[in-house]
Every structure is written in C-alpha cells, then in structure tokens.
C-alpha cells in the first residue's frame, strides 16, 4: 500500500487545528513535531510552512514526510495524534536521516504522553 491506512491519518481540518491548538512541540532540524495524548493507535497530519517557496517545493517537501514516516512501521506508533510541520531541511535531507529523527521525536512524544 502507497498511502497512509485511513485509521492512521488525521482527516479532518478540525483534528489537525486540535493538535495545532492544544498540542506540545517537538522541534528538529527538518520538522516540528506537535502532538497531543490520546488512547490507540497514532494517527499523523502532515502542514508545510509558507516560507518554503512555491507550492511546488512545499508539495515534495510534504511528499518527502509522508514517505518518511511511512517507513518507520505502525509497530511502534502508538498513543499519539502528530502534525510534522516542514521545515526547509525536509527538502535536502536524506530520506535515512528524516526517518531517524522521525523516530526519534515520535518517541520523545509518547515518553512524553505516558503511551
């Protein structure tokens, strides 16, 4: 399967405010990770900044996250509503390296919300 499970994304614009509005901040180098706590299975969000010219750039920059966080497995995403807001470095780092931190802030996140 080439897309996220439907189960596993955020829909709705309503979600993606709620995390947006109520949740904690992770920030690295190629995203900021906002989450907040809930009980299942993560479901992810992915928003690009405009300072990344051009939606052209904005799209791969998305394009490159989604493909990232898709091969961190669903094994260890658990507890956990995430939005990974692009920065500029999505956009030249290796695809190993943006999973890497992926993985890492995810965990930070559910060591975070006890999950």
């Known amino acids: 399967m080439l897309g996220l499970p439907r189960d596993a994304r955020l829909r709705h614009s309503?979600?993606?405010?709620?995390?947006f509005q109520q949740g904690r901040r992770e920030e690295r180098r190629a995203f900021v990770l906002l989450w907040v706590p809930r009980p299942g299975p993560a479901r992810a969000g992915f928003a690009v900044s405009r300072q990344i010219r051009g939606a052209v750039r904005r799209n791969r920059a998305r394009r490159r996250l989604r493909a990232a966080y898709r091969g961190l497995g669903s094994s260890?995403?658990?507890?956990?509503?995430?939005v990974f807001?692009?920065?500029?470095?999505?956009?030249?780092?290796?695809?190993?390296?943006?999973r890497a931190e992926m993985a890492s802030a995810h965990a930070a996140a559910c060591r975070s919300a006890g999950a």
């Open 85 to 98: 807001v692009a920065r500029a470095w999505a956009l030249e780092a290796p695809l190993a390296e943006l």
């Open 76 to 82: 260890t995403l658990r507890g956990v509503d995430v």
């Open 14 to 19: 309503s979600e993606i405010q709620a995390v």
